[in-house]
């Protein structure tokens, strides 16, 4: 019986990242555990340039110096040239980490059971068969059907023939129906041809799928004034809003999402395992930016008008501060400016609930 030294259940991003910086081609046999390896999804990760990005800036796809948030009578720009805003490709990443990697093989299945043996795991799969393992690090998608608040999105990238204008990220655009919870498009120009066009929401419950396609087209037909074009690819995805903090028995390591990589408040993970991988760090998210964030996110359940907040603190700050506190490295300056910028006693019945429920 084979008993590999590591299995990776889910080969996701954090996957891969986890293979590459601690497992690439050592003296080890690993085993990647995934039905849907070899589909050909190619969604975005963003970040802003910090520090411990640097090392993949080479696989960066796009960067900007620039980014704009809008609201019907409103327009803020930020402005970074030492920290802009950044994607990289799932599948660059993924050719990236595995590229003539020599210890590492892969089944396309789905997991079914992991039970934990005296001195190894047995993994069962969808067809029954049974892998061994020292070691799992698990980055299987995290169930959020309850009633908490989740960034949910749908977006297509569109060619435009006769090209487009916009230079800018727009990260937030609120000049889209509120009338589903907090709404906002979120906009990547990709070269002179092609933009990312998302419709985003925070909500508790999820919409239909035409719902979030019919805010894009009229995003893009009244908005953009773009009539002519054509929808290449899509993504799609759903985050939670709230701590994951999942536990197994077996005590078998988990990552990624599964792991508490999402900073809840944005819904950005890419970023913060590979910090959490490339340093000392044993936590993904320091105390105080996890208690900003249940603060806030409390404020986004319970109270209409969301967009006002988001364009006030957009206002307060500028791109490095803004940049910052995104990637969790805000001075305590900037997270003052951040508070301040929340209705005072909207702020407080946040912090309240936090507390108490």
């Known amino acids: 019986m084979k008993i590999y030294d590591v299995a990776f259940v889910g080969m996701g991003a954090s996957a891969l990242g986890t293979y590459k910086l601690k497992y690439y081609n050592q003296n080890c046999s690993i085993v990647g555990l995934d039905k849907r390896f070899n589909n050909s999804r190619n969604n975005f990760f963003a970040f802003w340039l910090t520090d411990w990005m ?31 805003y950044c994607v990289i490709r799932y599948q660059d990443w993924k050719n990236y980490c595995l590229e003539n990697s ?16 005296i001195d190894y795991f ?3 799969l969808d067809s029954e068969e049974k892998v061994f393992a020292k070691n799992i690090y698990d980055s299987r998608s995290v169930k959020i059907d309850g009633e908490g608040l989740k960034q949910h999105f749908i977006g297509h990238i569109i060619k435009v023939d006769a090209g487009h204008q916009i230079s800018n990220a727009r ?8 009338d589903q919870g907090l709404h906002f498009i979120y906009l990547l120009p990709l070269d002179d041809n092609h933009l990312l066009v998302e419709s ?19 995003y893009v037909e009244e908005i953009l004034n773009i009539k002519k074009y054509e929808i290449t690819d899509t993504e799609q995805g759903v985050l939670p809003m709230f701590e994951i ?11 990624g999402t599964k792991g508490g990589s999402t900073k809840i408040s944005s819904g950005y993970a890419f970023s913060f395992f590979l910090r ?31 967009d006002e907040i988001f364009m006030k603190m957009a206002k307060k700050l500028n791109g490095e501060e803004f940049s910052s506190f995104m990637m969790g490295n805000a001075t305590f300056s900037s997270k003052l400016k951040i508070i301040l910028a ?16």
Do not use: C
């Not at 990260?171 to 509120?178: A, C, E, Y």
């Not at 985003?200 to 805010?215: D, G, R």
């Open 54 to 84: 640097v090392p993949f800036q080479d696989l960066i796809k796009n960067r900007w110096n620039n980014w704009e948030f809008y609201q019907y009578q409103q327009k803020v720009v930020h402005e970074s040239a030492t920290t802009p």
């Open 102 to 117: 020599q210890n590492i093989s892969f089944k396309e299945n789905d997991v079914i059971k992991v039970e934990r043996k």
């Open 122 to 124: 047995e993994i069962t």
């Open 171 to 178: 990260l937030m655009d609120f000049r889209v129906k509120q």
């Open 200 to 218: 985003t929401v925070f909500s508790k419950y999820l919409l239909e799928p035409i719902w979030y396609q019919n805010q894009i087209s009229a």
């Open 245 to 255: 903090n999942s536990q197994n028995e077996d005590k078998y390591v988990q990552i």
């Open 276 to 306: 959490q991988l490339t340093s000392d760090n044993k936590d993904y998210h320091s105390y105080w930016d996890k208690w900003m964030d249940k603060i806030f996110v409390k404020y986004l359940e319970n109270n209409s008008k969301s």
């Open 342 to 357: 929340m209705p005072k006693i909207g702020f407080l019945k946040s912090y309240l609930r936090t507390i108490f429920t």
